[in-house]
């Protein structure tokens, strides 16, 4: 439970991040390399808590098809 809070704020903090660059009066080129770095976070943060949903995944008790 506290994990999931953890990552939300986390995911919320980076949201916020986004959103105040996006707005903010910097230069294009420099506005869009801060966005993608915020983005890379979020796709970080999403892919490190779906790992932790995916358990008891081991090979042989997996149906790939």
Known sequence: MQRNRNLRHMENNLHECL???TRSDIPDINK???VQRYKEKRVQLHATRREKTI?????HERMDE
């Open 32 to 34: 869009f390399l801060e």
């Open 19 to 21: 959103y105040e660059k």
């Open 55 to 59: 358990l008891n995944t081991i090979k």
